[in-house]
């Protein structure tokens, strides 16, 4: 795989600003070379969702965060184009509803984690009960705290279960993120995407990156790695995630099922 560089060994303190958002160093032919490359990947990558349906004996859970902007709308899309839509589940988590918050923070997580035979994908997270909710303090810091050390609890119980982690961070640069900003609100087709609140959050930056920083120091796991992904370029960003996912799933191995017996003398009437 090419893109393990990216990988946080458990244990690692992450600093981002040593992470360079417009890194491109495996792609050095550039952007035609490497969408040609993420093209057969992707067409890999449904071979094996065939497969891993087919079989039906593990669970793929695949996590996005990111700044405003970061790119995990479109990477979804990117990654899974043409990908049979059956066996894929993607789940956006927004602000808790009353009810979610009635619970506890895993609750509303846990329900969307993938059966066998799926691949889950959080389009955020019970990340961000570490991310906003940290920044913003919406719960007191004696409560995120040991957060850390819960999510690492709860993807271990998902991981001795069968369910295979994979947890992405989409790193763009501040830079980036105000061009992309500005485009929601000069691009007409882009508008909807755009909130006030957008502004109020990029003005809170740094406490973010640090925030994001100690998601990736304390929950990077040999069950349950953190991959930061050069994001600042939309081909590096689809070309890193493809080939974790693909090496990923090339890994575990998987077979179609044996097929009944004596298949070959039955004729069909
Ligand atoms: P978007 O992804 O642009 O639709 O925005 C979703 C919003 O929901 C973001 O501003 C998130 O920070 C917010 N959000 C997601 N999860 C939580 C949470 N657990 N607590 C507070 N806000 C959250
Ligand atoms: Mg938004």
Do not use: C
Not at 46 to 58: D, I, K, N, P, V
Not at 210 to 236: G, I
Not at 242 to 252: A, K, N, W
């Amino acid at each position: 795989m090419i893109a393990d560089r990216y990988r946080i060994e458990p244990g690692t303190a992450v600093n981002l600003s040593r992470w360079d958002p417009a890194d491109h160093t495996l792609a050095p032919e550039g952007k035609e070379a490497a969408r040609k490359i993420s093209k057969k990947l992707n067409r890999r990558l449904a071979e094996l969702q065939q497969l891993l349906y087919a079989q039906g004996r593990h669970k793929i859970l695949m996590v996005l965060q990111a700044m405003d902007t970061g790119g995990k709308d479109g990477a979804i899309g990117k990654v899974f184009r043409g990908v049979n839509p059956q066996g894929v589940k993607v789940t956006g988590f927004k602000k808790p509803t009353t009810r979610e918050l009635a619970h506890d923070y895993l609750w509303r997580v846990h329900a969307h984690t993938p059966g066998m035979g799926e691949i889950a994908v959080f389009n955020r997270s019970h990340y961000e009960d570490v991310l906003v909710v940290r920044v913003h303090n919406l719960v007191p810091a004696e409560l995120w705290s040991r957060r850390y050390d819960q999510i690492n609890g709860f993807e271990r119980t998902l991981a001795e279960e069968g369910t295979t982690i994979l947890k992405f961070y989409l790193h763009i640069s501040k830079e980036e993120q105000k061009r992309r900003l500005q485009a929601r609100i000069d691009e007409p087709d882009k508008n909807w995407k755009f909130a006030r609140g957008d502004l109020a959050e990029r003005a809170l930056w740094d406490d973010y990156m640090e925030a994001f920083e100690a998601v990736l120091s304390r929950t990077s796991t040999v069950h349950a790695p953190w991959y930061v992904v050069p994001a600042d370029a939309k081909w590096y960003r689809d070309l890193v995630i493809l080939d974790v996912l693909t090496g990923t799933l090339e890994r575990l191995q998987m077979r179609y099922p044996e097929p009944e017996d004596r298949i070959g003398e039955i004729i069909v009437e």
